[in-house]
């Protein structure tokens, strides 16, 4: 199994596919280099891919908050940094709606697997395993993050 494929098949995002739907993902995708620094997303445009990280570390900006990002920006706050495996961009598969965050480079050499939300629907038109098990594992990780957001802190331990 190719490196893209490990990683891929250990992602929340799509796990309970089998290596052959897995195989059918990595054919619509590709690999992305970027540097420290730049951006990836920009929050409120639109944009339709997934990433996933393959090496190296992204970090997720919000508007506002008390903390300035490591640039010094009053305007953008580090929600979250994400690393090997992680995904964001999910929402993007869902609708067609702004983007909810900036996401920026942390490391040089970030290898990112980009999937265009296109390409995923067309293989999910000809292949509803994948688009049901991608769309169930989104469905859990949403409502995970919503349930836990809304949580006192006292319970979230």
């Known amino acids: 199994m190719s490196e893209v494929a490990d ?18 993902i990595i054919s619509i995708g590709r690999t992305r280099t970027f540097q420290a620094g730049e951006t990836i997303i920009v929050g409120g445009e639109s944009s339709g891919d997934l990433y996933i990280v393959e090496r190296g570390m ?8 008390a ?4 640039a010094g920006s009053p305007d953008l706050t580090v929600l ?4 090997l ?7 993007a598969l869902v609708d067609r709606g702004a983007r909810s965050a900036t996401v920026r480079c942390v ?3 970030t290898a990112l697997f980009v999937i265009p939300r296109e390409a995923f629907w067309e293989l999910c038109e000809g292949d509803h395993h994948i688009g049901y098990v991608v769309m169930r ?7 995970f993050k919503l349930r836990h957001r809304n949580l006192p802190p ?4």
């Open 7 to 24: 990683l891929l098949g250990r992602s929340e995002l799509f796990a309970g596919l089998p290596e052959e739907k897995i195989q059918q």
């Open 58 to 65: 992204v970090e997720v900006l919000v508007p506002g908050g």
């Open 67 to 70: 903390v300035p990002d490591v």
């Open 80 to 83: 979250v940094q994400l690393g």
């Open 85 to 91: 495996g992680q995904v964001f961009g999910e929402m």
């Open 107 to 109: 490391e040089d050499g």
């Open 137 to 143: 594992n989104i469905a859990r990780d949403l409502s």
């Open 154 to 157: 006292a319970l979230c331990i």
